[in-house]
C-alpha cells in the first residue's frame, strides 16, 4: 500500500538512524488519545509494539497549502503492509483527540469511549452528513523500515 506523510526532518534523520520511522511522544499534545490509538491498533491489527503511529494519507499532500508545520520538513512516500494499517476519519477522529463524545444525532445514548470506535466506520460516519463534509480517510501504521520509504523530498512549511 502507497502512503504519504509529511515529517520534521529530525525524525527522518532518526529513521535513519535506527532504521524505522515512527510517532514521537515528543510531539504529542493530547497523549491518551495517542494512546488510545495505539490500543487500537494493537486489537485491530495484531500489532504488538508499543510505537507511536506514524499518520499518513493516501494521495500525495499537496505540499503548496499550510498546516504542515514550519521550518525544514520532509514529503515521505512510504510502501506499507496493509496488514499493518489502519484506516480512520480525519474529522472523526478530532472527537478523540480533543475528548469529545462523537454522537451522531442528539441525546444519544452511547458511551464516549464506544462513540470513538466510529472513526473507523466509515459506512456509519457516511449516513449522518449534516455533522460531518465527507469521510477523509487518514491512515496509521506503527512504523516504517527505512527500506520501505520510496521518496523523501525536502521542503519548507508555511
Same mark, same amino acid.
Given at each position: 500500500?502507497?502512503? #504519504?506523510? %509529511? !515529517?520534521?526532518?529530525?525524525?527522518?534523520?532518526?529513521?535513519? $538512524?535506527?532504521? /524505522?520511522?515512527?510517532?514521537?511522544? *515528543?510531539?504529542?499534545?493530547?497523549?491518551?488519545?495517542?494512546? #488510545?490509538? %495505539? !490500543?487500537?491498533?494493537?486489537?485491530?491489527?495484531?500489532?504488538? $509494539?508499543?510505537? /507511536?503511529?506514524?499518520?499518513?494519507? *493516501?494521495?500525495?499532500?499537496?505540499?503548496?497549502?499550510?498546516?504542515?508545520?514550519?521550518?525544514?520538513?520532509?514529503?515521505?512516500?512510504?510502501?506499507?503492509?496493509?496488514?499493518?494499517?489502519?484506516?480512520?476519519?480525519?474529522?472523526?477522529?478530532?472527537?478523540?483527540?480533543?475528548?469529545?463524545?462523537?454522537?451522531?444525532?442528539?441525546?444519544?445514548?452511547?458511551?464516549?469511549?464506544?462513540?470513538?470506535?466510529?472513526?473507523?466506520?466509515?459506512?456509519?460516519?457516511?449516513?449522518?452528513?449534516?455533522?460531518?463534509?465527507?469521510?477523509?480517510?487518514?491512515?496509521?501504521?506503527?512504523?516504517?523500515?527505512?527500506?520501505?520509504?520510496?521518496?523523501?523530498?525536502?521542503?519548507?512549511?508555511?
Amino acid at each position: 500500500m502507497i502512503l #504519504w506523510t %509529511v !515529517q520534521d526532518y529530525l525524525a527522518w534523520e532518526k529513521a535513519q $538512524e535506527v532504521g /524505522y520511522l515512527t510517532g514521537n511522544v *515528543g510531539y504529542l499534545l493530547q497523549k491518551d488519545s495517542y494512546d #488510545w490509538m %495505539v !490500543q487500537q491498533m494493537k486489537t485491530r491489527l495484531g500489532i504488538s $509494539e508499543d510505537f /507511536y503511529p506514524v499518520w499518513a494519507w *493516501g494521495e500525495r499532500p499537496d505540499l503548496r497549502q499550510r498546516g504542515f508545520g514550519t521550518g525544514g520538513l520532509v514529503l515521505l512516500r512510504l510502501e506499507v503492509n496493509e496488514a499493518r494499517v489502519l484506516a480512520s476519519d480525519y474529522n472523526a477522529w478530532h472527537y478523540v483527540l480533543n475528548g469529545w463524545h462523537l454522537q451522531l444525532y442528539d441525546n444519544e445514548p452511547v458511551d464516549m469511549e464506544a462513540s470513538w470506535e466510529r472513526v473507523f466506520d466509515f459506512k456509519l460516519l457516511e449516513l449522518y452528513p449534516d455533522w460531518l463534509d465527507r469521510v477523509i480517510p487518514q491512515y496509521t501504521t506503527d512504523k516504517v523500515a527505512v527500506s520501505n520509504i520510496k521518496l523523501i523530498k525536502r521542503f519548507v512549511g508555511r
